[in-house]
């Protein structure tokens, strides 16, 4: 029997499962394998037999290092949040840019500010180029910015300055420990939230607030068609949600 799991740390409150059991009417296992140690979850992975799993924080950019062929959205953004057992390998890809697009839809605007350096930022930029948009990435580490803007041939601005920008689309991507960084440019912007399990932009004033369970509904649109080669129903999913 085919069974599937997700890995990540913490992963209390995840609606992955719900998602999952919606979409195929339950007629597929869905575990939660919560493991702080990357190598741990893998192992998991490996040795309980798993048809395939989801990648979520912290783990997506080990996941890239540890399969063995890539999708070419998983190659070009450097993260992976969902592998796959094929043909004798491990295929790793990444759907959250299928999220982003799918949650944002369109128009989008022509500008987009990312904040945020890690596997959904990626994700978020790589999908906001798609869509058209001037992109500007900015985090908490100046390092990891430039590094990032570099990898997309977009540009770098520090949290502190962002307030001067005027996006028509802001994607936020930081967790929830993290304090939200003042003077963002959020009044006149669609906003799109990374996190759902516990938002930090809900509650301010925008031009129009998108949950992450939209992302995380669409990138699972995405993946479980990967994993099982059916349509899953995004009817029953939505009213999961």
């Known amino acids: 029997m085919k069974r599937f799991a997700l890995i990540g740390h913490p992963l209390a409150g995840s609606l992955s499962p719900v998602l999952f059991s919606a979409a195929y009417d339950g007629r597929y296992p869905y575990d939660l394998l919560d493991y702080p140690a990357f190598e741990d979850a893998w192992m998991a992975f490996l040795e309980e037999g798993y048809t395939g799993i989801n990648v979520t924080a912290p783990f997506k950019q080990d996941a890239f290092a540890a399969v063995d062929r ?3 959205a998983a190659r070009l953004t450097g993260a992976v949040n969902l592998v796959v057992r094929r043909g004798g390998a491990l295929w790793g890809y990444n759907t959250d840019v299928d999220g982003v697009q799918g949650a944002l839809g369109s128009p989008v605007g ?5 904040v945020g350096t890690g596997g ?3 994700a978020a930029v790589a999908a906001c180029l798609q869509l ?3 992109v500007t990435v900015a985090g908490r580490s100046p390092e990891k910015v430039s590094a990032l803007a570099a990898a997309f041939g977009c540009s770098g601005c520090d949290l ?3 307030g001067a920008l005027q996006p028509s689309l802001v994607v936020y991507s930081l967790p929830s420990s993290a304090p939200v960084p003042s003077g963002l440019p959020l009044a006149d912007a669609l906003v799109l939230e990374a996190e759902y399990k516990r938002p930090s932009l809900d509650q301010v004033q925008c031009r129009r607030y998108i949950s992450g369970r939209q992302w995380l509904l669409w990138q699972a649109m995405a993946g479980y068609k990967l ?3 059916e349509e899953p129903s995004l009817e029953k999913m939505s009213a999961a949600l």
Do not use: D, N, Q, Y
């Open 70 to 72: 890539l999708s070419p």
């Open 110 to 114: 022509h500008s987009a500010l990312v």
């Open 120 to 122: 959904a930022a990626r």
């Open 132 to 134: 058209g948009c001037e």
């Open 160 to 162: 502190g300055a962002c």
């Open 227 to 229: 994993f099982t080669g």
